[in-house]
T-cell receptor, first 113, second 112 residues
């Protein structure tokens, strides 16, 4: 069990640029979640996948955000035309099923200048 | 909708003192509740979870929490604080088996 990994750990980008983050879940977990955490707040849910199917999206996930999980393994989160308000820690988590605890990766810290 | 409220954004204790972090929940169905800890510059780590099997839940690092339905509470305690316990603690509820709903967090400071 190598845990959830995320890449990159830090990303600095200019406003208007596109960015993509990757998450590799624990291998036997079929559920994968994305959250966003801003300074001084708890993480907020963005979206989740069961295998390759994206089953739920938060209203926080604007049209500029898209997430994929091809083949039900790793996942990517893309933000198009980044804005300064997108600056946050983006967290990925995985779990083996419904109501199980979620295991979090170290996060990707995005700074939009 | 389910939610959690953490009472006190910052708690300070002396090393060796009792730690008490308060959490109240709101849920129309039996809740699944968790406490997560976030150490500085580290990821979120599960401390303990309540899944209705027992009202007193023991977690890692000497922490425990008691589920009280009558008070809609799930407070986190540790009998004796250690310097290494200094971190951000989040009370969390599972919404309908999908998203985790986090409280705003409580920063625990431990002084020698």
């Amino acid at each position: 069990d190598t845990g959830v990994s995320q890449d990159p750990r830090h990303k600095i980008t200019k406003r208007g640029q596109n960015v993509t983050f990757r998450c590799d879940p624990i291998s036997e977990h079929n559920r994968l979640y994305w959250y966003r955490q801003t300074l001084g707040q708890g993480p907020e849910f963005l979206t989740y996948f069961q295998n390759e199917a994206q089953l739920e999206k938060s209203r926080l996930l604007s049209d500029r955000f898209s997430a994929e999980r091809p083949k039900g393994s790793f996942s990517t989160l893309e933000i198009q035309r980044t804005e300064q308000g997108d600056s946050a820690m983006y967290l990925c988590a995985s779990s083996p099923g419904t109501y199980y605890e979620q295991y979090f990766g170290p996060g990707t810290r995005l700074t939009v200048t | 909708a389910q939610s959690v409220t953490q009472l006190g954004s910052h708690v300070s204790v002396s090393e060796g003192a009792l730690v008490l972090l308060r959490c109240n929940y709101s849920s129309s169905v039996p809740p699944y509740l968790f406490w997560y800890v976030q150490y500085p510059n580290q990821g979120l780590q599960l401390l303990l979870k309540y899944t209705s099997a027992a009202t007193l839940v023991k977690g890692i690092n000497g922490f425990e929490a008691e589920f009280k339905k009558s008070e809609t509470s799930f407070h986190l305690t540790k009998p004796s604080a250690h310097m290494s316990d200094a971190a951000e603690y989040f009370c969390v509820i599972n919404q309908a088996g999908t998203a985790l709903i986090f409280g705003k967090g409580t920063t625990l400071s431990v002084s020698s």
